[in-house]
């Protein structure tokens, strides 16, 4: 069973930044696709960023040029790292492995607020 935890999130001005972190309870190297969503109040979830597990990384237009979906192979954990964050980037954000062995799973979601 998959087990993702996410941490990170907070309060930011917006051009900050923030980098949010995914720890997965098995090796990520298993996992065939991880990603990061995010869902702000009154909409659905949608995807950020993704990585797949031969280290490829794709990136929604929303993301393009300010997020970067990273790993650490070793710790099991994947990143996001989110530089000129705007209000509309406010939202709760998932992590999400996708595997043939577990399925989909999902985190509990970490909220990210940009606002001054």
């Known amino acids: 069973q998959v087990q993702l935890v996410e941490s990170g999130g907070g309060l930011v001005q917006p051009g900050g930044s923030l980098t949010l972190s995914c720890v997965s309870s098995?090796?990520?190297?298993?996992?065939?696709?991880m990603g990061w969503h995010r869902q702000a109040p009154g909409k659905q979830r949608e995807l950020v960023a993704s990585i797949i597990s031969g280290g490829s990384a794709y990136y929604t237009d929303s993301a393009k040029g300010r997020f970067t979906i990273s790993r650490d192979i070793a710790k099991n954990t994947v990143y996001l790292q989110m530089n000129s964050l705007k209000p509309e980037d406010t939202a709760v954000y998932y992590c999400?492995?996708?595997?043939?062995?577990?399925?989909?799973?999902w985190g509990q979601g970490t909220q990210v607020t940009v606002s001054s």
């Open positions: 098995v090796s990520i190297l298993s996992i065939a696709t």
């Open positions: 999400n492995a996708d595997s043939s062995r577990w399925g989909i799973r």
